[in-house]
């Protein structure tokens, strides 16, 4: 990056984010050139440790991608100024963090088919300053956890698209690949969309992973390869009580390497041309009692239809998320959610909802088979929402924590999880990032500019 791109950058930071905010969107406005990905992702973009919060996230500037890193002081009330980490190919490089047991800072840029950038803090608890990037893989779609001994764990679709990819890294050694430990299976061998979400169980004697299967066949002559895409969905989980060494299901059977939708524990899934099966993944949380929650969205054959799914006395069953949603927003459905569980065992679900019925709804079969992307032309639509349970998604009560805003879509939201050893306080919420805008590709040339939005969620919101 060239000192003269980085000054003009600099000149667009906002000095005080809380006080440019609007209280009914958010708690601090962190930025005005956030990307049209600025916030998306299952990685962790929001770190609090030692009275201060660290956040990452995507600008677009001069139709580039940089990874921005920033500090809040709740003691002080003082914010750091942006640091500027890495440069990405395209608005898929978005960053994901996490802190180790020293307080040191971790960051990997996203590739999209490209190296993976990944930098690290120089100092602990400060988001200033960098070490120099390093660069390896090509990687999309990582997915970033610190261990108990601070060794790195990456994992991020391959390359060749054949599959998940694993890395680690220990202190003060390179990345290194253990390969695949998810892969598609023979038959589809053309574009692999392949997505995952790791978490640790108590005390993080326990890794758990789920995983999205996007996969297609080769396209025939005369066929665009979107035509394809997609044809089989699936969503998988499984887990590991050495690291990540060797995997298993749910009930213990050893799984070998790599996995596949035939082998994980397989929560759901769906095979057709047309219409696509309509399979979204919402990541994972762990409760106290080391049990998975695995989160998705089936669009066909009706929109929006959330599944949040559990495993406990040997099988997994549905919570009532799905019902809940429709009690509390009537005529609407989400498009993405995540959960979060606190110290005391609070589950908190950031959800991402948009109107069922509009006049240019496309949910079936969908734009290039896929149920929602139509909804990337009114991204005025979405507005976020929160869900929260004390009796672990057995029931949940609702709650509205910003203001809708009628022209602008309030999308891509990105939740505060556990970060390692520590978990989100007793008593406390995790707070979240979201983009104000718009989410579309940009158009050869354009630079979209969006407002990134910062918010605490208390206790009562």
């Not at 809380?18 to 209280?23: L, S």
């Not at 893989?137 to 391959?158: E, F, H, I, K, M």
Request: glycine share 8%; hydrophobic share 30%; aromatic share 10%.
């Amino acid at each position: 990056m060239d000192s003269e791109t980085l000054k003009r950058l600099a000149e667009k930071d906002i000095l005080d984010p809380n006080a440019r905010a609007n209280p009914a969107l958010g708690t601090a406005l962190l930025s005005e050139i956030a990307g049209e990905r600025a916030s998306q992702g299952p990685g962790n973009k929001i770190v609090t440790l030692e009275g201060k919060t660290h956040f990452v996230w995507q600008d677009s500037f001069e139709q580039r991608y940089f990874a921005r890193a920033r500090t809040f002081d709740h003691t002080t009330g003082e914010w750091s100024v942006p640091a500027t980490l890495s440069e990405g190919v395209d608005e898929h490089s978005r960053p994901t963090l996490v802190a180790d047991t020293q307080g040191y800072l971790h960051v990997i840029m996203g590739g999209h088919n490209s190296p993976l950038q990944y930098n690290r803090s120089r100092d602990p608890h400060d988001s200033s300053v960098w070490t120099a990037t390093e660069s390896f893989g090509r990687n999309t779609y990582p997915v970033l956890l610190s261990g108990p001994d601070d060794t790195l764990y990456l994992t991020a679709r391959d390359g060749t698209h054949s599959g998940i990819e694993i890395w680690t890294k220990r202190q003060s050694a390179a990345w290194k690949s253990s390969g695949l430990i998810v892969s598609r299976q023979e038959r589809f061998s053309g574009y692999t969309g392949m997505h995952n979400d790791l978490d640790w169980g108590p005390d993080q004697k326990f890794l758990h992973m789920s995983q999205s299967f996007f996969l297609s066949r080769r396209p025939e002559k005369n066929e665009h390869a979107r035509d394809v895409a997609g044809r089989y969905q699936g969503i998988g989980y499984m887990c590991s009580t050495d690291c990540g060494s060797t995997w298993r299901t749910s009930e213990g059977t050893g799984i070998s390497l790599p996995a596949s939708s035939d082998s994980v524990d397989l929560l759901a899934e769906g095979e057709s041309e047309f219409p696509k099966p309509g399979i979204d993944h919402c990541g994972l949380a762990i409760d106290s009692k080391n049990r998975p929650y695995v989160g998705y969205v089936r669009h066909i054959p009706d929109p929006c239809t959330a599944y949040l799914k559990t495993f406990s006395d040997g099988a997994w069953r549905d919570l009532p998320l799905g019902p809940a949603i429709a009690s509390a927003w009537p005529g609407h459905g989400p498009t993405r959610f995540k959960p979060v569980f606190t110290a005391d065992d609070r589950m908190c679900i950031l959800l991402e909802i948009v109107p069922l019925d509009h006049p240019n709804a496309n949910w079936n079969p969908g734009i290039h088979g896929l149920p929602a992307f139509w909804l990337r032309d009114f991204p005025e639509l979405a507005h976020l929402v929160w869900l929260e349970s004390t009796d672990y998604g057995e029931s949940f009560t609702p709650h509205q924590p910003i203001i809708d805003v009628p022209d602008k879509g309030q999308l891509l939201p990105s939740i505060e999880r556990r970060n390692g050893a520590c978990p989100i306080p007793a008593g406390t919420r995790p707070s979240f990032l979201y983009t104000l805008g718009d989410w579309r590709y940009a158009d050869k040339g354009e630079t979209i500019d969006n407002d990134l939005y910062w918010v605490q969620v208390n206790p009562g919101d």
